[in-house]
């Protein structure tokens, strides 16, 4: 299974100390160079740089479509329109992204999204978390990821808990 991911994933998940998730769960996880730029060059002290920077098993590449990227970039950031056209060249069964004008522009190009949340859920159908409450409120405090109540107790219950 090859998935592309933009940076907000990422993150995150290294923030909580669970990127080891992403390896567990698929077989190949690349990301573009802009996304690897934009972590990798951020200070050391950002929650998950330095575990992101260790994870020597993330693809990093270069998306071949410079006319798709131009074109994402019109209404995206730099890291996400390389990040769909990265996916959509690789023909990735999976991209995460978290952003909703991202997860737009990708699903208009047929790529099946999911964002941090679904890993997550998905990682704990597959018996490599024990609890997802914990990760949430670890999202939330120590990554600063917001999660509504109500998306807070669907995840919850979408997880079986």
Request: proline fraction near 4%; avoid cysteine.
């Amino acid at each position: 299974m090859i998935v592309v991911s933009d940076a907000s994933p990422m993150l995150n998940l290294a923030a909580i100390h669970r990127l080891d998730l992403l390896r567990a769960l698929y077989e190949r996880v690349a990301i573009p160079e802009t996304v690897h730029a934009e972590i990798a060059g951020s200070a050391d002290d950002l929650p998950g740089a330095l575990e992101f920077k260790a994870a020597d098993w993330i693809e990093v590449r270069r998306p071949g479509d410079t006319a798709l990227v131009t074109t994402l970039r019109a209404e995206l950031h730099a890291g996400e329109a390389e990040a769909i056209a990265l996916a959509h060249e690789l023909r990735a069964d999976l991209i995460l992204l978290d952003e909703r004008k991202g997860r737009a522009a990708a699903a208009r190009l047929n790529l099946r999204v999911v964002g941090l949340l679904g890993v997550l859920v998905e990682a704990k159908h597959k018996g490599l978390v024990p609890a997802l409450k914990p990760l949430l409120h670890e999202l939330t405090t120590r990554a600063g990821f917001w999660i509504g109540k109500e998306l807070f107790q669907a995840v919850l219950i979408a997880a079986g808990e």
